[in-house]
């Protein structure tokens, strides 16, 4: 398997800008992670799905971000409008075990806003 | 590389050498533990895992040691190789609970060759 496969790798835009995250699931695997990662907080839950179904947001920040899973394969996290203090890398991850399990992360998205 | 790592402890040891990195957690509910390393530019990578009703599990080159009663993790490298410098993170949760993984701050291991 190819691994969750998260694109883009990097973006670079512009405060104000619509930023659109994508990330492709392990096959198979039921439950799909948000995390973002920054110096000054580490790696933080955002949001995670089973079956396609959000189950626990409270980590999104605020009404700017938003999830979707509109499939099994397929997941986004979307910021609208963005701002400076949103530049982090952004990983996605699954699991097969719902909670309890191993996540499988990957490679995250680096966002920088200006 | 990736962002976490300025303010990060950092353990520095020599090749060859047996490291250990420290974990603390707080919430006494959680039951499954998982260690993990993440290299520069690179997302998480799974380590080794260990459920509440062990103290200890082994792996190839690496344990993990856990203590209840005082929260406490611990994650043991043998034989310490450059390849294996990059930041460890302890993560936790319950195992039959309904909260995903919660990550520590991570330690920065830097293998001098």
């Known amino acids: 398997d190819a691994g969750v496969i998260q694109s883009p790798r990097h973006e670079v835009t512009e405060m104000g800008q619509e930023v659109t995250l994508r990330c492709k699931p392990i096959s198979g695997h039921n439950s799909l992670f948000w995390y973002r990662q920054t110096m000054m907080r580490g790696l933080e839950l955002l949001i995670y799905f089973n079956n396609n179904v959000p189950i626990d947001d409270s980590g999104m920040p605020e009404d700017r971000f938003s999830a979707k899973m509109p499939n099994a394969s397929f997941s986004t996290l979307k910021i609208q409008p963005s701002e400076p203090r949103d530049s982090a890398v952004y990983f996605c991850?699954?699991?097969?075990?719902?909670?309890?399990?191993?996540?499988?992360f990957g490679e995250g998205s680096r966002l920088t806003v200006l | 590389g990736e962002s976490v790592g300025l303010h990060l402890p950092t353990l520095s040891v020599q090749e060859g050498d047996n490291s250990i990195i420290n974990c603390a957690y707080s919430n006494s509910a959680s039951d499954y533990f998982i260690w993990y390393k993440q290299e520069s530019g690179k997302g998480p990578q799974f380590i080794i895992d260990i459920r509440s009703n062990m103290d200890k599990r082994q792996g190839q080159r690496v344990t993990v040691l856990l203590n209840k009663t005082v929260k406490h993790l611990s994650l043991q490298i043998a034989a310490t190789q450059p390849g294996d410098s990059a930041v460890y993170f302890c993560?936790?949760?319950?195992?039959?609970?309904?909260?995903?993984?919660?990550f520590g701050s991570g330690t920065r291991l830097q293998v001098q060759p």
């Open positions: 993560a936790e949760n319950s195992y039959t609970g309904r909260r995903a993984l919660t």
């Open positions: 991850a699954s699991s097969l075990n719902s909670l309890g399990g191993e996540l499988f």
